[in-house]
């Protein structure tokens, strides 16, 4: 791992991105299909709560979570700290596009808005595009913040860190 990406991070306010959605059509998810939303509304369904970060092991077809976040997950914030270099520094880290969000076994929460939409349901009350606020997620205890967490870099059997949380 490069020590180049190791303390990158940005001074980056996620309510200055909540801010932004006003922007947006309003409750542009209700009529549009993820086909066919553009680079800013898909970019604002993402509710910051982090849960895709976390590393999971494929067991007879299913995927089982572990509470091991990855390296460069600000657990507190539930941000990454390298989010413009992380295909450099994290080779299985995965954008989140529509074969993403289809994939089989499911390997999003089921929290996730892109999960949901895809899914037939709305989003949820917490998430920041119907509150207007980026905390709303870590207040409704739908992200990672508060949990019992362990950084991969200190993981020596995976199995042992598989979790069964309602939200996954
Ligand atoms: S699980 Fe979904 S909503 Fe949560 S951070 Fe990942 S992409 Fe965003
Ligand atoms: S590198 Fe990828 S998996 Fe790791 S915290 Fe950043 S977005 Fe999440």
Redesign the pocket.
């Known amino acids: 791992m490069s020590e180049d990406f190791a303390i990158e991070e940005d001074d980056y306010n996620p309510q200055n991105r909540v801010d932004e959605f006003k922007k947006l059509e309003p409750e542009f998810w209700k009529h549009k299909a993820l086909k066919d939303m553009n680079a800013y509304e898909w970019e604002a369904?993402?509710?910051?709560?982090?849960?895709?970060?976390l590393n999971k092991l494929e067991i007879k077809g299913k995927i089982k979570f572990t509470n091991a976040y990855c390296r460069f997950l600000d657990c507190k914030s539930?941000l990454c700290k390298i989010y413009k270099h992380r295909h450099s520094a994290v080779a299985d880290c995965r954008d989140?596009d529509l074969e993403a969000v289809r994939e089989k076994p499911r390997w999003?929460?089921k929290?996730?808005?892109?999960?949901l939409l895809d899914n037939g349901y709305d989003l949820p009350p917490w998430h920041p595009l119907i509150t207007g606020q980026a905390a709303s997620v870590i207040q409704a205890g739908m992200s990672l913040s508060g949990r019992d967490l362990i950084n991969e870099t200190k993981v020596e059997d995976y199995e042992a860190h598989i979790v069964d949380w309602q939200d996954l």
């Open positions: 369904l993402c509710d910051g709560c982090g849960k895709c970060c539930c989140i999003l929460p929290t996730c808005a892109y999960w």
